[in-house]
């Protein structure tokens, strides 16, 4: 038997999106440019994803292909099954949402270039990122955007200098049709946003929820 598509999702640029799946369902992310990834328990909200139980567990501050992504309560939400990027680039599990108000204060201090590489004019700065994109997102569940955990940052290829902990973005992301696929461990909610990704130029994403053949 093939595997069978139940959800298909077209992110546009900068936007969020918030889905349910069940548990043994597979989900792929595809994009070119980085996306902020979350996930909750579907039957206790308050159950999330956490990046320092999924660092603690796996003992590494990169994850691929095998690793779970970890709840708060120390439970495995999904598990890397196939990832795409390998052997170009890794998964970020440093970083927080970049926002409307993150932008701003790195306009206000000079530091755009530091952060993103390249010269930005303030009028270049979307009003808002992947923060107000999860929010909204999240809002029907009624999540509130202060309990919206850190998320797996999927395609963000930092270069972190293992001495002093400086960390740099990169301009390193993925070809087109590359993916991401995770078997969904427990059953979930889970939100993406297509990052503005300033450092590139945010591209769209696609999120399919497929049933394993
Ligand atoms: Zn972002």
Redesign the pocket.
Known sequence: MAERIVYHAHIPHNTGLAWEMARGQHLRLYGQS?G?FVCFNRHNLRERFDQGRTKTYCSKIWISTGAPLMSKFNNPMLRIVYDGFAGTGTHDLQKG??SGARFQRAAQEGRLAEYYNRDLRPEDLPDH??WENLSRALAPWGIPPEDIPSPFNVFQHLHIDCTTGAMHNTSVRPGPGTYIEFRAEMDLLCAL?A???LTVGGKPYDVVVLEPA
């Open positions: 980085i902020d949402m970049c990122g992947c946003s990052c503005p990704d």
